[in-house]
């Protein structure tokens, strides 16, 4: 919390709790309970609605307020309510099956706006048609986008590697990082590509493992990515801010920056929005020779194995 607030990215506390079968998400603007620290305060907020431990089970601890009386707690201490994963198993749109959904409404329309979280422009689609079916749901509402975090320790393999990119090398950041990451039993690596000076960037990267790492064996791997740039290349000269190879298109692209990390991704979309981002834009396309809309089309061949249809950037 102390970092962040030096930081351009900010983080906001918070805890996920188990209310009559449905997850709530709850996020603190400020300390609860005019607590020294958040934690504190967070551990008053659990005690407040009867969850004394984190699992009962290997799941959630379901609190035994009703959810009126946990929302009314949240709105005390000025916190946010979000709907997590809401149309999951344990979401509040959730098929009855594990726990009762005959209170539905009740609870969606509590609130007069309500926050709901969806993982996909899929799942806020076929939510939001459930929605406009339901008559009795009355509430306002507005999606949010995400999905519950994973601990590293669980997602990657025993013989994985992760690649954490930080603005500068060696920044406060980056040290936060590598002391986390250290502290939690990863084997932990700063490295900084020699000769990187894309755009005047000091980017540092930290590599972590559950085994101990060496640099030279890992920057030798190739690293499989789904587009046909990046297919071939190690992690090495990845990290590389040396130019790839001219595209084989029409016209030759003649850029060289080249914000190579975002390819970990893996989704040339994404990949194109900051490649876009490392010059300005029109610097860029008058290299080309070509128009706005011809280079977007150009670009998406080069990218993806066959043409997307994904929505173009403004």
């Not at 590293?152 to 590598?178: E, F």
């Not at 190739?222 to 084989?248: D, M, Y």
């Amino acid at each position: 919390m102390n970092e962040s607030v030096k930081a351009s990215v900010k983080i906001i506390p918070g805890v996920e709790i188990n209310v009559q079968g449905v997850h709530v998400l709850v996020l603190f603007s400020e300390k609860p309970y005019e607590k020294i620290t958040y934690s504190e305060g967070i551990k008053n907020f659990l005690g407040k609605i009867n969850i004394n431990n984190k699992k009962t089970d290997g799941i959630l601890t379901i609190s035994n307020k009703s959810y009126t009386e946990v929302i009314d707690e949240i709105k005390t201490i000025k916190a946010i309510t979000i709907y997590s994963h809401c149309n999951s198993s344990n979401g509040l749109f959730q098929e009855r099956g594990r726990t009762d959904r005959t209170h539905l409404a009740n609870q969606f329309n509590y609130q007069d706006f309500n926050i709901l979280q969806a993982k996909n422009k899929s799942s806020v689609e076929t939510t939001s048609k459930y929605i406009s079916k339901k008559t009795k749901l009355k509430s306002e509402y507005v999606f949010i986008l995400g999905s519950d975090s994973r601990c590293l320790k669980n997602i990657l393999k025993p013989d994985g590697l992760a690649v954490v990119q930080s603005s500068s090398y060696m920044d406060s950041v980056q040290q936060v990082i590598l002391r986390t990451m250290n502290s939690a039993g990863f084997e932990v690596l700063a490295y900084h590509p020699p000769y990187f000076d894309l755009l005047d960037q000091n980017f540092g990267f930290t590599l972590a493992s559950k085994k101990k790492l060496n640099k030279d064996e890992w920057l030798n791997k190739p690293v499989p990515v789904q587009n046909v740039i990046f297919n071939e290349l190690t992690l090495g000269s990845i990290l590389e801010s040396k130019p790839i190879p001219r595209a084989r298109i029409s016209r030759s692209l003649e850029v060289n920056s080249l914000f190579r990390p975002t390819i970990f991704k893996a989704y040339g979309d994404v990949f194109i929005e900051h490649y876009l981002e490392s010059r300005p834009k029109k610097s860029i396309i008058a290299q080309t020779g070509l128009s706005e809309e011809e280079f977007y089309k150009e670009f998406e061949k080069l990218i993806y194995k066959s043409p997307s249809s994904a929505t173009k950037m403004p």
